[in-house]
């Protein structure tokens, strides 16, 4: 008797318009584990995520959430699940101070908790708390949207580059709080430009290529250089 996966895809083929993008994808988040996709630009990352969250319906193929067929339920209905998607540099509202996004997302009586908890882990937020987001910085968004995120409790979320952009220094804060995320048992799917740093995080590692899977498995043994070198050095 196994626990169903947090996040299964089956098969998965999806197409804009005419083309193509993912063919016969399929992947697995388990429970509490960290699941790292990479690949080269335009392989088909953001859309598996895309299809996940059900922003995009696969045109062959199944979604599953916790053993159970989401192909078709409304992508807010899965947040109701306990799905959470972050999408490349957004998910936050520009016109709320950072506070009140922060606030919105907490439950009752866990406001100020959440926000000592973002200022915690991103101290750059603590200080912009009255601030508008829209006029944050790309990269101060992001780390806005992973707090909010956090606030949600979601088992699974689905991360898309979420050090793009950022200095080096907050890449590691970055890092730092989905370390925190995976602490706490919630399922990631991640994908990020870094894909070194994304596979020492990681328990388990799909590679796409041009929308196929040529790599699953473990994370482990991509880091060997001769390995990450075959699946990842240029793509
Ligand atoms: P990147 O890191 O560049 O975002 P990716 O692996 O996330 O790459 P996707 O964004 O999933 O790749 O894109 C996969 C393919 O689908 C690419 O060839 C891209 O040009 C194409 N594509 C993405 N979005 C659309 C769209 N809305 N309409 C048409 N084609 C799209």
């Not at 630009?41 to 969250?53: E, I």
Request: glycine residues 12%.
């Amino acid at each position: 008797h196994t626990t169903a996966p947090a996040l299964e895809l089956r098969d998965v083929s999806a197409r804009y318009g005419e083309t193509t993008v993912l063919r016969d994808v399929s992947l697995t988040v388990r429970p509490g584990r960290v699941t790292a996709l990479i690949g080269p630009n335009g392989a088909g990352k953001t859309t598996s995520l895309r299809v996940a969250s059900g922003l995009l319906a696969p045109s062959e193929g199944q979604v599953l959430v916790d053993g159970a067929d989401v192909t078709r339920t409304a992508p807010h209905r899965r947040a109701g699940l306990g799905l959470c998607h972050i999408p490349e540099g957004r998910g936050i509202y520009r016109n709320l101070t950072v506070r009140e996004n922060l606030a919105m997302m907490a439950s009752r009586g866990a406001v100020e908790e959440g926000i000592e908890k973002a200022a915690a882990a991103f101290p750059v937020l603590g200080n912009r708390l009255g601030q508008k987001a829209g006029t944050l910085s790309g990269g101060e968004q992001q780390m806005l949207a992973l707090c909010a995120a956090h606030l949600r409790r979601p088992h699974l979320v689905l991360v898309d580059e979420p050090s793009l952009g950022l200095a080096p220094i907050v890449v590691d804060l970055v890092f730092e709080f989905l370390e925190t995320l995976k602490a706490e048992g919630i399922a990631l799917l991640l994908v990020d430009q870094y894909a070194l740093r994304s596979l020492k995080v990681a328990d388990t590692a799909y590679v796409l290529r041009r929308g196929r899977i040529a790599y699953s498995g473990d994370a482990a043994p991509l880091l060997d250089g001769n390995m990450f070198e075959q699946y990842i050095g240029e793509g």
